[in-house]
């Protein structure tokens, strides 16, 4: 499986009155992990831009198992658990400090051909060779 | 069931590079909808925080059915779906002009004693009451 | 002169730790303003795109008279000071419920012609009509 | 003078449909700048939070002067120009590969007395100290 991580200092700007990261922050915090993912396997942002087609988040899940103390880093992993069909990227966010897990998250993404603006129901040919030469 | 809408404008700024709204921006949404839901009871974030507890958000779920029209205005429509020993609230995204389900999500949040720190698992009398009389 | 006023209800997510509004939300505030503003005279974003040029923010400029009171909604008046060389909006945030000036703050706008990526040192005929038709 | 820097790679999140950061997302870029710098000097989120006294941005300014790269990370310099009755914080960003000037910009920030409430026209003594230690 191929997997990537990034570590993520978290900023006063991520902070809610409560004085945790507000939950509707993550979503930032799983995309910076799945870029590096994506990039490992050079398919990044601009890749999948000239590519032809597009990949929109159709669904995501998170739970969040314990606060971030926001005073240490956080480690995101980013894995992709699914690409035939679909990519599903499994994410788990630790506290680079404790190693405790805090989050654990999925997002599922179709392909779309921009072209028709339809749905694939296959991931296309180039995006399953670049994964498949890294595993 | 309790339940509170809210219409939103998709602003310039909730759109990504393929000019639809930015998968992370949703629950900025979701949370403008449940806000109505809870003042509807006279529970809204100024009482929370007069309480003595706190609603951490411990789950959040969202299937993006279709993308959102940026031209149109959403319909965000929150349904508070349990309540004895967790918050659920439940949503459904329309487009405001059509009618068209766009969105399905869920939150569950949980009650933390503030004092303690402690996780509460029956939601205190104070807001239950204030559920019940509404319902 | 052209201007445009929203009301917006502050949130829960807009907040800090210190729970005032952070400042770097303002941004969206003036952007909900000048979009109703550029809608009034019918060269809202749509048109914007479909015109062949684009209109970047070179300059952002804020001034936190007094902190946003949470519980009162905002009012964000926008009002357009220049549009021969360059786009100069003005804007006002007030207490809703109390009329006091919470903010003011201007952007500045210049036109890029989208083919070349050129600056343009006038705003586009098709602009200046629209805009000399509302004043 | 007194400076940090951070260097941050742009994400997706930042940008906007004309493909470019959107304007609104530079404060988060000058907070982490900010925050290294206070860092730098012991007096950081934690520190601040402690003190009795709390530091709200009353102005905010923004030169774009070239967009940002998305490809290249940037490169923020915070530089303390003011500390004795107000703390000035001036900033430059970089792109990180050319070393080409994109953006400059300017925070003030004054002191409140939290018990109080009232503004403070000087520095208190705590943070004067930890900045002349650290020229």
């Given amino acids: ?21 507000w939950h509707g922050n993550y979503p930032r915090f799983l995309e910076q992990a799945r870029a590096a993912l994506f990039d490992k396997i050079s398919f990044g942002y601009r ?48 506290d680079a400090a404790t190693g405790e897990v805090c989050t654990k998250a999925h997002t599922i993404q179709v392909t779309v051909d921009r072209a028709s603006n339809e749905l694939c129901f296959e991931t296309p040919e180039a995006l399953v060779e670049k994964i498949r030469r890294a595993l």
Same sequence: chains 1, 2, 3, 4.
């Fill in 1 to 21: 499986m191929i997997s990537a991580e990034v570590t993520i200092a978290i900023q006063f700007y991520d902070l809610d009155p409560m004085r945790i990261v």
């Fill in 47 to 94: 890749e999948m831009a000239q590519s032809g087609f597009a990949w929109p988040v159709v669904e995501l899940r998170i739970k969040y198992v314990r606060p971030i103390n926001p005073g240490n880093a956080i480690k995101v992993t980013a894995t992709l658990t699914e690409y035939e069909n679909r990519l599903k990227t499994s994410y788990i966010i630790t």
